[in-house]
């Protein structure tokens, strides 16, 4: 029973920092984690991040009804656009992230458009399928660790503010130690502490992983708003 506790305890972490890394800040976040690429993007002074890397997406339409082949080759040009401004036209090293809804309509406008048009799909390690736009991988984000909340929501703006609107955002992060990556002070440290004094049926497990992001070059990250999907 301890291990399934500490089993789940861990799952609902993992899905909190894959919500930090997109969506932390300092000012109504949580000042003691490390701010995500999100606020990055939007304080380019503080963050040096590069102010061409955030890109207005026009309110191209990949609703249900409105996606045709015309707005999907939009689409098409808002990730190459992405990609120009991170300086990896060919996607070398970078991961571009959207929610399953958008995610969804990338498909769609792959097959609106035809086979190929530089997408694919492959195997990782591990054998699992990645899709890809050129040397890109592609990513879904998915949910909160309450199962219910998208990371990349589907209700922004067209500011590519947090709202109760129609539009959403897509990422895009250049990986590398020259570009944008994670470092650790040291490696994941787990210590049993034994039962509570005052409730001897409840195990403590002690976890330590002082982690945190960092970024060496202005274009690593981008980010694409304004796309309209509901």
């Keep these: 029973p301890a291990g399934q506790q500490t089993k789940m ?15 932390n800040n300092h000012n109504s976040g949580d000042a003691d984690a490390f701010v995500g ?13 590069n102010a061409a890397c955030k890109i207005d997406g026009g309110g191209v339409v990949l609703t249900d009804a409105g996606q045709t082949a015309a707005t999907s080759n939009v689409f098409i040009s808002l ?20 929610n399953r809804n958008l995610r969804r309509r990338l498909g769609k406008a792959v097959r609106l458009m035809g086979a190929g048009g530089g997408f694919d799909m492959t195997q990782d390690a591990f054998g699992r399928q990645v ?26 703006d067209t500011a590519g503010v947090n709202g109760s609107s129609v539009y959403t955002s897509m990422y895009a992060v ?8 994670g470092w650790q ?23 330590e992983w002082p982690i945190g992001l960092y970024q060496t070059h202005t ?8 796309i309209k999907v509901a």
């Design 185 to 207: 002070m040291t490696p994941l440290a787990v210590q049993s502490i034994g039962l509570r004094p005052d409730e001897p049926t409840i195990f403590r497990t002690f976890l």
């Design 174 to 181: 250049r990986y590398g130690e020259d570009t944008f990556n």
């Design 79 to 98: 990730i190459e656009q992405m990609l120009d401004e991170m300086g990896a036209p060919e996607g070398d090293g970078c991961v571009i992230y959207m």
């Design 131 to 156: 899709m890809t736009y050129r040397n890109a991988k592609i990513r879904t984000v998915g949910v909160k660790a309450n199962q219910t909340t998208e990371i990349i929501t589907n209700t922004e």
């Design 37 to 49: 690429i999100r606020q990055r993007l939007d304080d380019t002074g503080t963050w040096g991040t």
């Design 9 to 23: 305890g861990l799952t609902s972490w993992a899905y909190d920092i894959n919500d930090r890394f997109f969506n």
């Design 219 to 226: 274009r690593a990250l981008a980010r694409v708003y304004d």
